[in-house]
């Protein structure tokens, strides 16, 4: 979901301003981890997530439009789309609202653990070690370290979003960058794909 459907690190960047008071240009997101990249205290940082994770939060992101276009363009094309996110369990009803808000097609919706940030045991979320025993047919992401996991571990094509967080990864076979949504729906397989593995 995150800055694949919807402008998170955009809207992480303005609760940073908000309560930080610290300005942060898009652009300078270079690296993934935000205190990093915005030069957050421990204490900040975690206060960032909390806050980001409130639904009120959630409910504000806005939507990539041209990414729901292409996948209403791919549901018509006989896809089925499965958003894969790394929120935490506890975001799962707010990203839902938000997904039916926004009018995003989908027809599964999966929590995992993807930077070892939140407990699965006894949770909706999955591990990577389950993920990796799912079936897909190729992948949209932002993160090179999970687009990395997905074409080296599930050896799934990949296609990777340009963000600034991610201009220095190194190339893979099975990924390729894309600098938008159009571009991707031009380099997608023709539909309907039928997957095995």
Request: charged share 25%; proline share 6%; with cysteine.
């Amino acid at each position: 979901m995150d800055d694949v459907l919807c402008e998170t690190a955009r809207q992480f960047l303005v609760v940073i301003e908000r309560e930080f008071g610290k300005q942060v240009v898009y652009e300078k997101l270079t690296d993934f981890d935000f205190e990093t990249s915005c030069e957050l205290t421990p204490e900040e940082r975690a206060k960032l997530y909390q806050t980001v994770h409130h639904a009120d939060e959630i409910l504000c992101i806005e939507p990539i439009p041209e990414a729901i276009d292409v996948l209403n363009g791919w549901v018509l094309a006989g896809y089925e789309i499965a958003i894969v996110t790394g929120r935490p369990p506890d975001t799962v009803a707010a990203s839902i609202e938000w997904l039916a808000r926004c009018k995003v097609p989908y027809h599964s919706f999966t929590v995992v653990d993807k930077y070892g940030r939140f407990q699965t045991e006894n949770t909706i979320g999955l591990s990577l070690a389950e993920l990796a025993t799912k079936q897909f047919c190729w992948a949209v992401e932002d993160s090179f370290p999970m687009a990395k996991f997905l074409a080296t571990t599930m050896n799934l094509p990949v296609a990777l979003l340009d963000r600034p967080w991610n201009r220095g990864a190194v190339e893979h076979p099975n990924i390729r960058r894309y600098s938008h949504w159009r571009e991707i729906s031009s380099g997608a397989p023709a539909g309907p794909v039928h997957c095995s593995r």
